[in-house]
C-alpha cells in the first residue's frame, strides 16, 4: 500500500527541490533533494547499503520543516476559548474545510428549509455575522477556502448557498474541487489560521459532529499551515463564481 504523504515545507524559491513531507501514518520523514550519486562522495558515507539512496538538502530546510518533536503532545482547547480567538485576533482569520458535511449544519433550522428551497438563508443578524462584519469592517482580513466533491454533497452544496452570508459579512469565501485540492497538496482536515502564528485544528468524530480544537503554535508546523493556505487561495475561485459553474444562483 502506497504511503500517505505529507507536504512539510519547502524553502525553494521556484518550486523545485528540496522540500520535507511525513509519513502520517508511520512518522517516517522524507527528504527530497538533489542525489549523491560521485562515488568518490558516496564511498565516504558510513553504513551505506546497496539500495539506499543520499540526498543533498540545505541545513536550513530541516531547521524550518524538519519536525521539533519526537512526539507532539497536542494542546486542546474548549469551545470558550476557540471562540476567543474570532474576538482577538489582530490582522487576519483563514479557514480551510475539506469535510463532505457537518452535523452542526444539519442540525440547524437554515438547513432544513435549505433542502426544502435550495437556498440557504440569510442570517446576518446572528452572533457569527454581527462579529465578522466588524473584524472586517475595522480592516481585518477573513477568508476561507471550502473544497468541494464532484458531484458535490447536499452538505457542501448547503455551505455554498451560505457562502452568500459568508461574503455578506466581508469574508473572501472561495471555492476549490477537491481533485485539484489533492493536486495542490493541501491536506484533508479543517483549520482555522490566526494572524499567521497560531492553528486552531477542528476535530470531527465518524458522524461529523465537532469533537475538540488542538492549538498549535509551533512556527515551523505553523509555517506549514501557512504555505497550505497561500496553496489553497491560489487553487480555489471566488465563490460566486464557483456556483455559476455548477448553474448555482451565487
Given at each position: 500500500m502506497a504511503r500517505q504523504l505529507r507536504f512539510n515545507g519547502t524553502d525553494s524559491k521556484n518550486g523545485a527541490c528540496p522540500a520535507v513531507h511525513e509519513d502520517v501514518n508511520s512518522d517516517e520523514i522524507i527528504v527530497q533533494g538533489r542525489p549523491l550519486t560521485d562515488p568518490a562522495e558516496l564511498a565516504q558515507l558510513q553504513h551505506f547499503g546497496p539500495g539506499d539512496a543520499a540526498v543533498a538538502v540545505p541545513r536550513e530546510l530541516l531547521v524550518n520543516h524538519g519536525p521539533k518533536e519526537m512526539n507532539r503532545v497536542p494542546k486542546l482547547i474548549d469551545l470558550d476559548e476557540f471562540r476567543q480567538?474570532?474576538?482577538?485576533?489582530?490582522?487576519?482569520?483563514?479557514?480551510?474545510?475539506?469535510?463532505?458535511?457537518?452535523?452542526s449544519d444539519r442540525d440547524?433550522?437554515?438547513?432544513?428549509?435549505?433542502?426544502?428551497t435550495g437556498t440557504a438563508p440569510m442570517d446576518i443578524d446572528s452572533d457569527w455575522c454581527r462579529n465578522i462584519t466588524s473584524q472586517t469592517s475595522a480592516g481585518k482580513?477573513?477568508?476561507?477556502?471550502?473544497?468541494?466533491?464532484?458531484?458535490?454533497?447536499?452538505?457542501?452544496?448547503?455551505?455554498?448557498?451560505y457562502?452568500?452570508?459568508?461574503?455578506?459579512?466581508?469574508?473572501?469565501a472561495r471555492c476549490v474541487w477537491r481533485q485539484?485540492?489533492?493536486?495542490?497538496?493541501?491536506?484533508?482536515?479543517?483549520?482555522?489560521?490566526?494572524?499567521?502564528?497560531?492553528?486552531?485544528?477542528?476535530?470531527?468524530?465518524?458522524?461529523?459532529a465537532f469533537h475538540d480544537v488542538e492549538v498549535i503554535t509551533e512556527p515551523a508546523e505553523v509555517l506549514r499551515y501557512c504555505?497550505?493556505?497561500?496553496?489553497?487561495?491560489?487553487?480555489?475561485?471566488?465563490?460566486?463564481?464557483?456556483?455559476?459553474?455548477?448553474?448555482?444562483?451565487?
Amino acid at each position: 500500500m502506497a504511503r500517505q504523504l505529507r507536504f512539510n515545507g519547502t524553502d525553494s524559491k521556484n518550486g523545485a527541490c528540496p522540500a520535507v513531507h511525513e509519513d502520517v501514518n508511520s512518522d517516517e520523514i522524507i527528504v527530497q533533494g538533489r542525489p549523491l550519486t560521485d562515488p568518490a562522495e558516496l564511498a565516504q558515507l558510513q553504513h551505506f547499503g546497496p539500495g539506499d539512496a543520499a540526498v543533498a538538502v540545505p541545513r536550513e530546510l530541516l531547521v524550518n520543516h524538519g519536525p521539533k518533536e519526537m512526539n507532539r503532545v497536542p494542546k486542546l482547547i474548549d469551545l470558550d476559548e476557540f471562540r476567543q480567538l474570532f474576538q482577538t485576533f489582530e490582522h487576519s482569520a483563514w479557514h480551510l474545510e475539506t469535510r463532505r458535511g457537518y452535523a452542526s449544519d444539519r442540525d440547524d433550522e437554515g438547513y432544513a428549509e435549505f433542502v426544502k428551497t435550495g437556498t440557504a438563508p440569510m442570517d446576518i443578524d446572528s452572533d457569527w455575522c454581527r462579529n465578522i462584519t466588524s473584524q472586517t469592517s475595522a480592516g481585518k482580513y477573513v477568508g476561507r477556502v471550502r473544497v468541494i466533491d464532484q458531484p458535490p454533497t447536499e452538505g457542501q452544496l448547503f455551505l455554498l448557498s451560505y457562502a452568500r452570508c459568508n461574503a455578506a459579512t466581508g469574508e473572501d469565501a472561495r471555492c476549490v474541487w477537491r481533485q485539484d485540492a489533492e493536486r495542490a497538496h493541501l491536506p484533508a482536515e479543517d483549520f482555522w489560521l490566526f494572524d499567521s502564528r497560531l492553528v486552531a485544528i477542528l476535530r470531527f468524530d465518524d458522524e461529523d459532529a465537532f469533537h475538540d480544537v488542538e492549538v498549535i503554535t509551533e512556527p515551523a508546523e505553523v509555517l506549514r499551515y501557512c504555505q497550505v493556505r497561500d496553496r489553497a487561495t491560489s487553487a480555489s475561485i471566488p465563490y460566486d463564481r464557483f456556483a455559476a459553474r455548477l448553474g448555482l444562483k451565487g
